[in-house]
């Protein structure tokens, strides 16, 4: 923010208010590089001394009107790359001045009145594009790249969290955004089916595929849209991947039920224990005094590697007298008498379009924090068969799918474990149910077989 404060920004209207109120905005923003031209004209005339980094440019003009100043801009070699913020008032016709402003080459578009939180959002959008095509040309022209290189790698840039992709020149942005965090929506898996990876191309761009003329309506075309699945990058190009109406979609997942009244069985317990202290009478492992100690059905009992780590120095802080965690015949952590909770599980329903993990405490059978989150799998399809289409014959998609799905689960387990003031060495045990399919992407299992008849899983039965 603080370089693009000081890029350069002029101002172009025949009303005096509008324009002090203008400025006023951006002054407010921090942008001190601000002129002000009362008509097209004039504002071409000033643009021939000093060349701006963002026009603010009223369609209405006396004399050239704001289409007209923007082709001018468009056809000149010094100001073609200019953004330009049309504004306009209320008119009878808007769909046909909008049409018009976009066919001049003007780069977004605003209507009056002038709201302050969208005008400041849009200023900011068009001068990071300008900065980021500058640095783009410098770092070219100071690298001094070889024409062999150009083709063979180009920049994509991803707006509006300013991500910059190197890609290998012909891909699909629907294939470079793959590796990212970027999500798009996608039903098809990009197959050109579905119509919903849309993304807003900022850069010229060629003829529109097949496939987007078909599933887009024009007036999206004319505003630059496009399918990510369906455009290539052929050369550096920057995009924008929010929502394209404005509006944004808020979802409301079902996180709680009725739960009916069941007995109390938790996974893990919690043993009171005192231990003699080592001496030379008595010199057996510290482990081996815990199984003494304890009933007899613990005889065989085991301990896990991150218990041993702390175990010397927990039984010493606690004076040998506190509590034992244990699970399915197995020491996960030796706690101090006194400790409240400290025994809590990872319960994670695998939605295929929606993930909810909860924390439960295990010594008393409550939930206490529900988190969710969308599945990110979703770019490869919102239904299982679109995924498993995508893992045929590559090996490498399917370890992928897995690679997303832990990563949104450590997510939530981050997000819940904060939420509760908890560290992770209070979660003992975690449990993971979905439908058959999210198993097998869970376990990196092949799911073809679920897809194809007889439909046939590899497995059914959980696994620990």
Known sequence: MKNLVRMKILIVDDDPVVKELI??????????????????????????????????????????????VSQKM??????????????????????????????????????????????????????????????????LNKRKLSKKIIKKKVWLNVLPGD??????????????????????????GGLGKCGKCKIRVITPLGRPSKETLELLEPKELEQGVRLACRT?????????????????????????????????????????????????????SDVHRIRDELSPEFQDLKTTYRCLSNLYKNLRTTNFDGAAVIHNNCLLEWQSRESIGGVFGLIFDLGTSTLV??????????????????????????????????IKGHPKHLVHLQKLLVSDLNLITKRLVESFKLKLKDIMVAVAAGNTTMQHFMLSLDPSGIAEAPFTPLITEGMT
Not at 235 to 241: E, G, P, Q, S
Not at 385 to 390: E, K, P, T
Request: glycine fraction near 6%; charge should be positive.
């Open 232 to 284: 290539k990058i052929l050369k550096n190009l920057a995009i924008y991947t929010e929502e394209l109406n404005g509006e944004t979609e808020f979802f409301q997942i079902l996180k709680h039920g009725h739960m009916p009244p069941v007995e109390l069985d938790p996974l893990v317990e919690r043993r009171l224990v005192t231990i003699p202290p080592p001496s030379l009478e008595n010199s057996l």
């Open 357 to 390: 993990g909860k924390l439960v405490n295990l010594l008393e059978g409550q939930e206490v924090a529900v988190i969710s989150r969308f599945n990110s799998q979703r770019k490869y399809g919102s239904d299982v068969i679109s995924r498993i289409q995508y």
């Open 74 to 139: 468009r056809a000149n070699k010094s100001t073609a790359d200019i953004p330009i913020l049309m504004m306009t008032g209320e008119v009878l016709d808007a769909d046909k001045e909008l049409e018009k402003s976009f066919r001049s080459g003007v780069t977004d578009f605003i209507t009056k009145p002038i709201k302050k939180i969208e005008f400041t959002a849009r200023v900011k959008a068009a001068l990071t594009i300008k900065r980021n095509y500058n640095l783009m040309k410098k770092e």
């Open 23 to 68: 400025k006023n905005m951006l002054a407010k923003d921090g942008y001190r590089n601000i002129q002000t031209a009362g008509s097209g004209e004039e504002a071409l005339k000033m643009m021939q001394k000093a060349l701006p980094d963002l026009v603010v440019l009223d369609i209405q003009l006396p004399g050239m009107k704001g289409y007209d």
């Open 163 to 188: 991500i910059w992709i190197k890609v290998q020149r012909g891909k699909t942005v629907w294939n470079a955004l793959q590796n990212t965090e970027i999500e798009l929506d996608g039903d098809c």
